[in-house]
Nanobody, 114 residues
């Protein structure tokens, strides 16, 4: 059973930065696909950034140049460095992994005030 645990959310002002972390306690195998999604109030969950199989990276258009995803693949840890945050980045950020099925963390709240 894969468990994803996020941390690093919080309340910041426009233009500030946050770094999210996601760890997978107890896993003994490597997960290829891991990434981050977010859900703003009243909206559907959407992709933010993700590693796909083959080590390719996808970013949502509105975070390109501001957010950077990175990982320690052997430890199944993934990070999201978020710079120049905007109020539209507000939402619950979920760590995601695919290992025979979709797996989600519990989410961490990011709030960006104007």
């Amino acid at each position: 059973q894969v468990r994803l645990v996020e941390s690093g959310g919080g309340l910041v002002q426009t233009g500030e930065s946050l770094r999210l972390s996601c760890v997978t306690p107890g896993t003994t195998f490597v997960i290829d696909s891991m990434g981050w999604y977010r859900q703003a109030p009243g909206k559907q969950r959407e992709l933010v950034a993700t590693f796909r199989r083959g080590n390719t990276i996808d970013y949502a258009d509105d975070v390109k140049g501001r957010f950077t995803i990175s990982r320690n693949k052997s430890r199944n840890q993934v990070y999201l460095q978020m710079n120049r945050l905007k109020p539209d980045d507000t939402g619950v950020y979920y760590c995601y992994a695919f290992f025979f099925k979709d797996i989600w963390g519990q989410g961490t709240q990011v709030t960006v005030s104007s």
